[in-house]
């Protein structure tokens, strides 16, 4: 039986790293966006899901190339 923790944290981030959280949370959350808008876009298509990510992959990928997290 596999059990399910929770943690609850909080940061306190210096005024540079807000600033960086900041610009990370925005590429993510357009990222997101974007990538949900070009799947509904393919919704209607005959695409297998690997190919719809084939597909989608490389148009969000030059988005994230200034995310820090995304490249190590």
């Known amino acids: 039986m ?8 909080r940061l306190y981030p210096t005024s540079l790293q807000e600033k960086n959280l900041y610009e990370i949370f925005t590429i993510y959350n357009s990222v997101k966006r974007i990538g949900y808008k070009l799947l509904f876009d393919l919704k209607d298509s005959n695409y297998p899901k690997k190919e719809k990510r084939m597909l989608i992959q490389p148009k969000l990928i030059p988005i994230c190339c200034n995310n820090p997290t995304f490249y190590k």
């Open 2 to 9: 596999r059990m399910i923790h929770t943690t609850i944290s």
